[in-house]
């Protein structure tokens, strides 16, 4: 079942490593079939180079396996979660990509410093808070996605305008209306990242970008009157 | 129309990712025709491998497109501007090089620290003025072009010394005689950029070159006596 | 004798370029056989390019070459001392991988600062005394190994829970199971330093991570409740 | 003439590149042959991947050249120099390297904080005077040369045993026995330089080793009793 969406999700993860996002078997990817109400994900710890489209594994929004011959990826009740309650998004992807890591461990939201920034996030990409005791000891993955859904709500952010998050001590999140937009933003995510970092580090000042360049630039790129890139 | 300045902006743009001065498509070369006042661009997001000669872009100075079948670089109007305001270039660069960034978002000139800096630009490399929301607002990307003259005016800065600019909370540009130079500053840039924020991490002295290192290596390699490489 | 685990020892060695962990010869992998109380390891100082699987040296565990036609790694009497003492560990890989490096100068153990690091390591990576006078100018690579035991016996850290150590003033040492375990020890310590090195320059704050998500993350991928990846 | 070494310098010149020394043109490598008197170095500004053996350009110790088709490297001066007073050397090395640079542009000594760093360089690695006004206007590349013998007169350090020095503003030289061991020289300098950047960020304490272990790492590779590697 779902075989075209298996090898588009296959493809989606094989993006990662060229891309530079993954260590080892440290990331995954997940697209949805929103008609259906399933969803399809790398399979837990294979290596990137053993991978085929046949090896993806499709789950419900419980995040029970509904077809496949391997585990799920041990984040899939945190696709199912997130897949509930984001309803406009059509992929996640996760990552340890190390300088988004780097501002997870801070704990510390990744400001919004210049237009590569505002070019795909519309504002801060937000820390979220650390799960409890509680939280980690039972239904941990799922209870990630209750954080970061937690985290937009709390600080009011729509997750379709800020399509990230960094999830406090493990890293980031990220996705988009389709799995190719959310490995998309998860590679803008560490490159804003990393030049945010030396940014901070040459000048402790306070220089976030004004709301109208915020503005200016999402709305270049977002929506209806962008006007970057070429007509579809 | 100018099929053979089309094949050349083409190659001067297949060159930004070999030289790892782009993420996905955030970059763009031009060069001018200055008999015929056009110039030739990239298109709008267009990735860098599918691109070919025949995508570019023919403009005039105003940014009107005189020929193409896709749209140009949303950034065409700073280039218009600056073929407009600056008549010895022959090529300009835009580009998001991480390093460049970090320099442009702290809002910091990029000081001439050594003789790799000084080989090619002649003082440090000045951050513009952030753009006013008015300026933001209306006709972004000419203002762009309008705040780096100004820059290069307030400053008396030679623009063929110092081919470069640090657009704030923004990037560089680069420019030269022809595209293939404006390449090669683009890349001496995120160098040296590179080489800065480390030695400004090692120590906050200042630790500009004097002027006479300044006039040793940059007449070295530019100008009517130079002798560094080969005679033409 | 032992041509199959000369073999695997070769292949293991090979990984380390590959992983980014070596700068010339800077680095070895040995694994043991527990029944015949023989390791096998690189060569010293070969090229990788030139090595070859007869080229690896068979070694007893006081350090003495069983059979070989080359040196073997001058921290031979270092891999020696561990198998001696380290009774359930299979492999050893020494580099000097520059994130890893920079800890073990700096003198810092390297702290468990997010999930990156539970996955692999139940706590800090510790850094180890360094060698006095008189253990540097007699049997300096065997002391090297008993100031590598004494480190884990003073700080009762189980060797097999936190798989790798960083000699201070030299480098990094991580052992597994397997020499296969050991190396992707060995590049997950170099990764989680470069992560905590940029969280560190962040935030000076302790953002250790809590012992209970040192415990999920841990246990998540080691033990008898597993559950991250494939059933074997 | 000198066909041989022309070909082993061209080979020595295209490690640069591989080695992830050089930027463009900003690097060369020169070998000597004690016997006639004479060296021969890479030509000025040409770029690696058009450099064939016979570019190679033979000079005297007065940095005349002997024979060529092209300009000689701009450093030349500085190379012939250098084997004028340093007797035992057989090859120079100069580059941009940016991690040597950064302390070369900091003006500070690069201190011996490991191991990596004994096993090559005997004590830190000197950054030199800056050159006066005079010097820089008048016989630059040749004045280079006189600062980096006055830097080791001056220290008291032997050129043999710390074959290497940051020209204070500008970038390293490093030399060796023989032109693949400067090359070898060069790239240690700039793995070490890295180590120490950031082992100097983590901590500021003096972290320097100490005599004792700069004995026993730099005699396990260099000299009589040398035990690392295999016998020749």
């Known amino acids: 079942m779902l075989e075209s969406l298996k090898k588009y999700v296959y493809e989606q993860n094989m ?29 837990s710890g294979v290596a990137y180079d053993e991978l085929t489209p046949d090896d993806m594994v499709v ?3 419980e995040g029970n396996v509904v077809e496949g011959h391997l585990n799920p990826s041990s984040d899939t009740p945190t696709h199912a979660y997130l897949y509930q309650k ?3 998004i ?3 992807v996760h990552t340890h990509s190390p300088w988004a890591v780097s501002f997870a461990q801070a704990g ?30 039972s239904d941990y993955e799922k209870n990630t996605g209750i954080v970061i859904e ?12 800020v399509p990230a998050v960094l999830v406090r001590q493990h890293g980031p999140f990220a996705w988009g209306e ?11 995510l560490e490159v804003v990242a990393q030049m945010a970092y030396h940014t901070l580090q ?31």
Chains 1, 2, 3, 4 share one sequence.
């Not at 990662?16 to 994900?41: C, E, H, M, Y």
């Not at 937690?150 to 729509?158: G, L, P, Y």
């Open 15 to 43: 993006r990662l490593p060229k891309l530079n996002l993954v260590t080892f078997t440290w990331g995954n990817v997940s697209a949805v079939d929103r008609d259906k109400q399933l969803f399809v994900i790398k399979p």
């Open 59 to 61: 789950c419900d929004f």
């Open 86 to 88: 984001f309803p406009k």
């Open 90 to 92: 059509g992929g996640i």
């Open 108 to 137: 510390m939201d990744l400001p919004a410093l210049g237009t590569t920034h505002a070019d795909t996030f519309y504002g801060p990409v937000p820390v979220s808070e650390a799960l409890t005791k509680e939280e980690i000891e």
């Open 150 to 161: 937690r985290t937009f709500k709390d600080h009011q952010i729509d997750p379709m305008a």
């Open 178 to 188: 389709t799995a190719a937009k959310a490995v998309y933003n998860a590679k803008v």
């Open 202 to 232: 040459l000048t402790r000042n306070d220089s976030s970008v004004p709301q109208y360049l915020l503005d200016k630039h999402y709305y270049r790129k977002h929506g209806k009157d962008a006007y970057y890139g070429q007509k579809k």
